[in-house]
């Protein structure tokens, strides 16, 4: 198990019935492990003031913080996707710690999902992402669905799974 696979959280249904397809991403075990380093850092910070190393101390306690920040605020994130028959829209909500965007699409525009592969310059740099295909011709846009390292497989089962989804509609037809 490599470290990317470690940290790495799946993305889940949470909701597959003939209205509703919901999938997130919730970085617990991410959030979890950078907590207890940032604890373990604090610890050692604060180990260093009370043996007298005021300065290495207080230096270890700001670094802990700015990139214990840095990282919290860049990785952590929760990734939502509603696809709602009902609603007649499909929704990707990000949430991260500078606030939360919201990307909605008509469920009619909405043609596919793709998954798409990004090969990096070293080796293990390869990256796989979900993108959602809205609209056609001049108004068409792809929709990215950010995740931290996913796997390959995962992301390819989901696409199936969100197009087997959508091709479900079009056999029923809308109610």
């Known amino acids: 198990m490599t470290l990317a696979e470690f940290l790495a959280d799946p993305l889940r249904v949470t909701q597959d019935s003939d209205n509703v397809l919901e999938i997130e991403n919730r970085p617990i075990r991410r959030a979890a492990i950078a907590a207890v380093a940032i604890l373990v850092a604090i610890a050692a910070g604060l180990a260093a003031i009370v043996d007298g190393a005021t300065g290495t101390g207080i230096i270890v306690l700001a670094m802990v913080g700015l990139i214990g920040w840095l990282y919290l605020h860049e990785v952590v994130q929760l990734t939502q996707l509603r696809l709602d028959r009902d609603a007649v829209l499909a929704r990707l909500r990000v949430t991260t710690l500078r606030g939360r965007r919201e990307e909605t699409c008509a469920l009619a525009d ?66």
């Open 110 to 175: 909405l043609h596919k999902v793709e998954s798409v592969a990004q090969y990096g310059t070293a080796a293990g740099n390869d990256e796989t992402r979900l993108v959602l295909i809205c609209g056609s011709g001049p108004e068409r846009r792809e929709i990215v669905v950010p995740m931290f390292r996913p796997d390959p497989e995962e992301v390819a089962n989901l696409t199936g799974l969100i197009n087997g989804w959508l091709s479900r509609r079009e056999r029923t037809g809308p109610s």
